[in-house]
């Protein structure tokens, strides 16, 4: 409806073909390899494959959702790799910050990594992350949410240092466990341990992706770097609604 209360009724109803919803989704669409996987917005994929259908006479639409419902394998194992991989960059610096006196630069990365967290459980549970504000609802949904969701708001609300590693540090080991659930590596020691010699503890998450990532067969996925698909290293809603720079951007970084 407008601003007109007695105006005419805007319904917010689309038309627009399926070939080009699609490619305005996720740019064109052919024989699908690594780097087109790698371009694709989660977010977009969960638009994509999930809400209800109502009518499919031709049967289009169902076929196209079930050939984008999930990653390949190697793909999957590729993301995975990637996921920890940010994790390990950052779960020393909760510590790091909190001996400079940087109690809140501490705060603002123990939320980086629930939000790191919940995004590879989604993974780990091969669903894909929504758009932001969906988000903790999606998680919730997981069947690790209902134990692993009080170490994440503990973390979260944590006024020092020593409880704020607490919670992550159960959280860690959590999802570790997760990850050995799978199968899809050997298993992995998911206790955390001391950081080096400095007096804080992490999961050395760097583990769980080198294991992950000597997995790999696929020839492209093997030599790229672990920066994974586009929204494991782009966090712009509007960056993230284009294609084409998008699938420059991924050709670019391998």
């Known amino acids: 409806m407008g601003d007109d209360p007695a105006g005419p009724v805007g319904h917010r109803v689309l038309v627009h073909d399926l070939t080009g919803w699609l490619t305005d989704h996720l740019g064109p669409l052919g024989e699908l390899g690594a780097?087109?996987?790698?371009?694709?917005?989660?977010?977009?994929?969960?638009?994509?494959?999930?809400?209800?259908?109502?009518?499919?006479?031709?049967?289009?639409?169902?076929?196209?959702?079930?050939?984008?419902?999930?990653?390949?394998?190697?793909?999957?194992?590729?993301?995975l790799a990637c996921q920890w991989q940010r994790i390990a960059q950052e779960e020393a610096f909760t510590g790091r910050c909190a001996e400079v006196g940087d109690d809140l630069g501490s705060a603002v990365t123990a939320g980086r990594l629930v939000r790191d967290l919940m995004r590879l459980c989604l993974l780990l549970e091969r669903r894909y992350a929504p758009y932001g504000k969906w988000l903790g609802s999606a998680f919730a949904r997981l069947p690790v949410a209902p134990g692993l969701t009080p170490s994440l708001r503990a973390a979260l609300a944590a006024d020092t240092h020593?409880?704020?590693?607490?919670?992550?540090?159960?959280?860690?080991?959590?999802?570790?466990?997760?990850?050995?659930?799978?199968?899809?590596?050997?298993?992995?020691?998911?206790?955390?341990?001391?950081?080096?010699s400095r007096?804080?503890?992490?999961?050395?998450?760097?583990?769980?992706?080198?294991?992950?990532?000597?997995t790999l067969t696929d020839p492209l996925l093997r030599t790229r770097p672990l920066t994974g698909g586009v929204d494991q290293w782009i966090d712009s809603s509007d960056a993230l609604t284009r294609p084409s720079p998008l699938r420059r951007a991924v050709d670019a970084s391998g």
Do not use: K
């Open 162 to 196: 020593p409880e704020r590693e607490r919670h992550l540090c159960t959280a860690y080991e959590t999802v570790a466990a997760l990850h050995n659930a799978t199968g899809l590596t050997p298993p992995v020691d998911p206790a955390t341990r001391p950081y080096h």
């Open 199 to 214: 007096p804080y503890r992490v999961l050395r998450a760097d583990r769980f992706a080198r294991a992950l990532a000597a």
């Open 35 to 79: 780097s087109d996987w790698l371009a694709f917005p989660q977010q977009r994929l969960a638009e994509i494959t999930g809400g209800a259908v109502f009518h499919d006479g031709t049967g289009e639409l169902t076929a196209a959702r079930r050939a984008l419902a999930w990653y390949p394998d190697q793909v999957w194992r590729y993301l």
